[in-house]
């Protein structure tokens, strides 16, 4: 009888056929092993490792000496603070920020295919703006950045000129021709498509187009996913000229570093996370209609309390709504950071350190959340926004959600520390009534 497995045993299987490979060729720390693998999450590599162990594929020995390190804390490495900060990463924008060494290998790229004063767009890639600033490289780099909190933050310290507010997913795109265009949309097909989509737009005839990809072992069917990417490809009028595994570094933000350390993961290397480089040469014009993507989360409002970053989902202001955060999963951090986790929908209330919490009046705790930002009382903004004073219960709900605030902000700057932005250590205190 003939065993059909699914697609999601066929990656299991494969995923085990890596980490048996890892070990054979000497991989002994539960770290190297995850590096070694080709983008292989680390708890779906933890999961590999006891599967083996049961099939009797590697010993317990094997494990426990792989393993002993993974429950260790390991010692955080030192990075320089950049000269221009970015926002902290929040997980609703899938966002994760290219190491320096991957950030200067693009730059790098993008040199030796272009001219000295060519313009390169960057799309959704404002680490890469950030180094060519800080080390005057020779091209004009332009971002195009759909999230408001970051492009803020950049036009702040880089010439206006280099920074463009703009969803190229879905926004009237700027006139302008470019002579490489370097893009890292969010690792699903369709965002992936419109992405390239976009570049081809804005990427002159002969010039290159620099994708980071998601690699194999991701998530079941990426080589399917892939092969479709280059149908699409060629359909606009490009040609894969180059492809390099696991060629691009990131650097774990810390919502991530949050999902491993509830998983157990402690000592996982904070550059784990590969992409895998293709490029791309626009060879002719090709009239194919944009493709339609719908949004990846609803709508949220983001406020910004000493660099933590929390979003309220569509806020209500009516009446008087208890705005304490309801904790819906164990410990609060969502042990997921993929679009595809049903828990996602429980929230009302998300933080940059991936928090979630319900919240039944949400529109209160955006009054709160604005007076705090600014050193106003939250008691006297809830109130002129309900246009009359609080009563005493709902003076003490104003306040125990304010604590909370207050922690959740404690808790996350301190996480922040160790992401090597530059941070505002000031302390937030609740503003008296």
């Given at each position: 009888?003939?065993?059909?497995?699914?697609?999601?045993?066929?990656?299991e299987?494969?995923?085990?056929?890596?980490?048996?490979?890892?070990?054979?060729?000497?991989?002994?720390?539960?770290?190297q092993?995850?590096?070694?693998?080709?983008?292989?999450?680390?708890?779906?590599?933890?999961?590999?490792?006891?599967?083996l162990?049961?099939?009797?594929?590697?010993?317990?020995?094997v494990?426990a000496?792989?393993?002993?390190?993974?429950?260790?804390?390991?010692?955080?490495?030192?990075?320089?603070?950049?000269?221009?900060?970015?926002?902290?990463p929040?997980?609703?924008?899938?966002?994760?920020?290219?190491?320096?060494?991957?950030?200067?290998?693009?730059?790098?790229?993008?040199?030796?295919?272009?001219?000295?004063?060519?313009?390169?767009?960057?799309?959704?890639?404002?680490?890469?703006?950030?180094?060519?600033?800080?080390?005057?490289?020779?091209?004009?780099?332009?971002?195009?950045?759909?999230?408001?909190?970051?492009?803020?933050?950049?036009?702040?310290?880089?010439?206006?000129?280099?920074?463009?507010?703009?969803?190229?997913?879905?926004?009237?795109?700027?006139?302008?021709?470019?002579?490489?265009?370097?893009?890292?949309?969010?690792?699903?097909?369709?965002?992936?498509?419109?992405?390239?989509?976009?570049?081809?737009?804005?990427?002159?005839?002969?010039?290159?187009?620099?994708?980071?990809?998601?690699?194999?072992?991701?998530?079941?069917g990426?080589?399917?996913?892939?092969?479709?990417?280059?149908?699409?490809?060629?359909?606009?009028?490009?040609?894969?000229?180059?492809?390099?595994?696991?060629?691009?570094?990131?650097?774990?933000?810390?919502?991530?570093?949050?999902?491993?350390?509830?998983?157990?993961?402690?000592?996982?290397?904070?550059?784990?996370?590969?992409?895998?480089?293709?490029?791309?040469l626009?060879?002719?014009?090709?009239?194919?209609?944009?493709?339609?993507?719908?949004?990846?989360?609803?709508?949220?409002?983001?406020?910004?309390?000493?660099?933590?970053?929390?979003?309220v989902?569509?806020?209500?202001?009516?009446?008087?709504?208890?705005?304490?955060?309801?904790?819906?999963?164990?410990?609060?951090?969502?042990?997921?950071?993929?679009?595809?986790?049903?828990?996602?929908?429980l929230?009302?209330?998300?933080?940059?350190?991936?928090?979630?919490?319900?919240?039944?009046?949400?529109?209160?705790?955006?009054?709160?959340?604005?007076?705090?930002?600014?050193?106003?009382?939250?008691?006297?903004?809830?109130?002129?926004?309900?246009?009359?004073?609080?009563?005493?219960?709902?003076?003490?709900?104003?306040?125990?959600?304010?604590?909370?605030?207050?922690?959740?902000?404690?808790?996350?700057?301190?996480?922040?520390?160790?992401?090597?932005?530059?941070?505002?250590?000031?302390?937030?205190?609740?503003?008296?009534?």
């Open positions: 009888m003939t065993i059909i497995k699914t697609e999601t045993q066929i990656f299987d494969a995923v085990d056929g890596w980490v048996l490979e890892a070990i054979a060729c000497g991989v002994r720390s539960f770290d092993l995850v590096v070694s693998l080709p983008g292989v999450y680390p708890s779906i590599a933890l999961n590999s490792l006891q599967r162990v049961s099939a009797k594929k590697i010993s317990t020995e494990l000496n792989v393993l002993k390190p993974a429950k260790q804390r390991l010692q955080l490495p030192n990075y320089s603070c950049h000269q221009i900060p970015l926002p902290i929040h997980p609703l924008d899938y966002d994760w920020r290219f190491s320096d060494a991957a950030a200067r290998r693009l730059l790098n790229e993008c040199a030796k295919i272009t001219n000295i004063d060519d313009t390169i767009v960057l799309l959704g890639t404002p680490s890469l703006l950030r180094m060519g600033i800080e080390e005057s490289y020779s091209r004009h780099l332009l971002l195009l950045e759909a999230n408001h909190t970051v492009t803020h933050s950049l036009a702040q310290a880089v010439p206006k000129t280099q920074v463009i507010q703009c969803d190229v997913m879905r926004e009237q795109l700027p006139s302008l021709t470019a002579a490489a265009v370097v893009l890292d949309p969010p690792w699903y097909p369709k965002h992936i498509q419109s992405f390239l989509w976009t570049a081809s737009q804005l990427c002159q005839i002969g010039g290159y187009i620099l994708l980071s990809m998601p690699p194999v072992g991701t998530r079941p990426i080589q399917e996913e892939w092969a479709k990417i280059l149908d699409w490809a060629q359909q606009i009028g490009l040609t894969l000229v180059k492809l390099e595994q696991s060629a691009l570094s990131y650097v774990t933000p810390p919502f991530e570093l949050n999902v491993l350390r509830a998983e157990g993961l402690n000592a996982v290397s904070r550059e784990w996370r590969r992409g895998d480089l293709a490029v791309f626009r060879r002719h014009q090709a009239e194919i209609p944009r493709p339609t993507v719908t949004s990846l989360e609803d709508e949220w409002t983001e406020e910004v309390l000493l660099g933590v970053r929390i979003r989902r569509q806020p209500n202001i009516l009446e008087f709504t208890d705005p304490s955060l309801i904790s819906v999963i164990p410990g609060d951090v969502l042990q997921s950071v993929s679009r595809r986790d049903s828990r996602r929908q929230a009302d209330v998300w933080t940059s350190g991936n928090r979630i919490f319900a919240c039944q009046g949400r529109g209160v705790l955006l009054q709160i959340l604005r007076a705090m930002k600014i050193g106003r009382s939250p008691y006297e903004a809830v109130a002129v926004s309900l246009k009359r004073p609080l009563n005493l219960n709902e003076t003490e709900l104003v306040s125990h959600a304010a604590n909370q605030i207050v922690n959740i902000v404690s808790t996350e700057q301190k996480e922040i520390l160790f992401f090597g932005e530059q941070r505002n250590n000031t302390r937030l205190s609740l503003a008296a009534g």
